[in-house]
């Protein structure tokens, strides 16, 4: 029987929700092989991120290597990346096997205000990583730093930033609205024509730990299945939308969203 394949190259999330733990849970989730690169450790919780232990390049590249000379991959999401050298790696070597369908989550600060990529490195994301991407997923801070503006508090604003970062080169430009203040959640998708709007209503929890690395792990997932960008996206937005509707009160502080929520109703509607 074959199979659609999904890699991750991220940070791991000792507690579950986020990284590593939320991508392969949700390849799982949307029926792909999912495959990992380790670029760093975390010892985190609901409560925060304790510690941030950066692999070293030699291991990130041989886990690259192991994963893209034998087995492949229909799709790759990356998240934490944490230095300017880990990503000049990983964008080299998803040149060198051309690798297709890479949907890149420009992670930066964890919720908690944790430092999951270095200042420094902010350069290399935008030169040499935003411009092999098939599809980049910023939140609004993520967005703004990029730009090198202040954060964007509208839906104009952000369509505005959608324009302005497709220039750097991504063939897709998603922004989650999942930061504005009020009104529901609105996510952008740009495709170099037209802006779509993707929009649920705002789910009252305070349980998001892992929402942004779950959508986008979501969309590697449906892109590797061959599904288009726009279908994908919409996919990855009724996925995340379940999974916060059903979040996990795991921890004493901000707890994991539900991975199997999305297959479980659709199991109940047939
Ligand atoms: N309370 C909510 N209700 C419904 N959807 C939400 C809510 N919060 C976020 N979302 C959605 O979740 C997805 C992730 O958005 P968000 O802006 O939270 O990402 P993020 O900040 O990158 O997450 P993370 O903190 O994990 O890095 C988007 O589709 C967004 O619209
Ligand atoms: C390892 C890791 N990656 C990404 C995030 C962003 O949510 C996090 N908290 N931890």
Redesign the pocket.
């Given at each position: 029987m074959s199979i659609a394949k999904a890699l991750t190259i991220a940070g791991s999330d000792s507690g579950g929700g986020?990284g590593i733990q939320a991508d392969i849970k949700t390849f799982q989730e949307l029926n792909t092989f999912g495959m990992s690169v380790i670029t760093a450790l975390t010892a985190q919780n609901t409560l925060g991120v304790h510690g941030v232990f950066p692999q070293t390049l030699e291991a990130i590249e041989a886990q690259m290597e192991a994963v893209l000379s034998d087995m492949g991959t229909d799709a790759v999401k990356t998240g934490m990346l944490f230095s300017a050298d880990i990503i000049s790696l990983v964008a080299r070597k998803l040149k060198e096997y051309e690798v297709k369908n890479i949907v890149v989550d420009p992670?930066m600060i964890a919720?908690g205000g944790a430092a999951l990529l270095q200042e420094e490195a902010i350069r290399a994301l935008t030169e040499e990583l935003l411009p092999i991407a098939t599809v980049i997923t910023p939140?609004?801070p993520e967005a703004a730093k990029i730009l090198g503006r202040e954060e964007m508090k509208t839906i104009e604003e952000m369509k505005q930033a959608a324009v302005d970062l497709h220039k750097l080169g991504p063939a897709y430009v998603v922004i989650?609205?999942?930061?504005l203040t009020e009104g529901p959640?609105?996510?952008l998708l740009y495709d170099g024509e037209s802006i779509y709007e993707l929009e649920?209503?705002?789910?009252e929890?305070k349980h998001?730990?892992?929402?942004?690395?779950t959508?986008a792990a979501a969309i590697a997932a449906e892109l590797a299945k061959g599904s288009p960008i726009k279908e994908s996206v919409e996919t990855a937005?009724a996925f995340?939308?379940a999974a916060?509707s059903s979040s996990l009160v795991i921890g004493k502080g901000i707890g994991p969203t539900n991975h199997a929520a999305y297959r479980a109703a659709r199991l109940q509607k047939q």
């Open positions: 986020a992670v919720k939140n609004l989650k609205g999942g930061h959640a609105i996510d649920t209503r705002r789910v929890t998001t730990h892992g929402t942004g690395c959508f937005k995340i939308t916060i």
